[in-house]
């Protein structure tokens, strides 16, 4: 686990996870204002974190997945610092991924892909999530598409590559692959018969 304890500590944490080219304007977003941010070991529900101060005895938190490829780590934790800006900006008057953090994180995102240091095509899906800004970029398919290409470590398939009716196996449990509903396939558990909503980019093993 990893806090920006100092600024040149922060430069260099982020020198670690993000493409070389975007640590200085990452650098100066999280130190324009008091945050604390941290890199931390991976979480099944969640790739990256904002908290807001408890009781005034704190101050903000963000905090980032540490097993994310450098791109999904720097989308991840633009979106956080949009988070953080619309507290700062708004306090709790609004709601966590409405018109305001929209706003925020295109903000954010739109210095980057001016400054034309993406991969095109990561470029093209970033244009197109400034346009029509998600929630996450779990539900942005097509960004998150994009982001997974660039995953150090590919293991198995995505979902969305299987027919459909054909088994897999997740988590070390055996599926029957279903119906796509939005963004993920509505799956049935062999062993079971349960029914689970899977996303389309989910890594799975093919059998």
Request: net charge positive; with cysteine; proline share 5%.
């Amino acid at each position: 686990m990893k806090n920006n304890q100092g600024s040149e500590d922060l430069k260099e944490n982020l020198s670690e996870y993000i493409p070389q080219a975007f640590v200085p304007y990452v650098h100066d977003l999280l130190c324009s204002t008091k945050v604390l941010f941290r890199i931390v070991p991976p979480r099944k529900t969640k790739l990256g974190d904002f908290r807001k101060p408890l009781n005034g005895k704190s101050i903000p938190q963000i905090t980032v997945n540490n097993d994310l490829n450098p791109y999904a780590f720097l989308i991840t934790t633009l979106h956080e610092i949009a988070h953080l800006h619309t507290y700062l900006r708004y306090g709790h008057s609004v709601k966590p991924h409405g018109k305001e953090w929209k706003y925020e994180f295109q903000q954010v995102l739109l210095p980057l892909i001016s400054a034309q240091k993406f991969p095109e095509t990561l470029k093209l899906c970033l244009k197109n999530t400034i346009t029509n800004t998600k929630a996450s970029s779990f539900s942005d398919i097509p960004l998150n598409r994009a982001l997974r290409e660039f995953d150090r470590d590919k293991k198995g398939c995505h979902l969305e590559k299987i027919e459909l009716g054909k088994h897999f196996t997740l988590n070390k449990k055996m599926f029957k692959k279903g119906k796509l509903r939005r963004t993920r396939y509505l799956c049935t558990e062999v062993s079971s018969g349960k029914a689970y909503l899977i996303h389309a980019l989910a890594e799975v093993n093919y059998m």
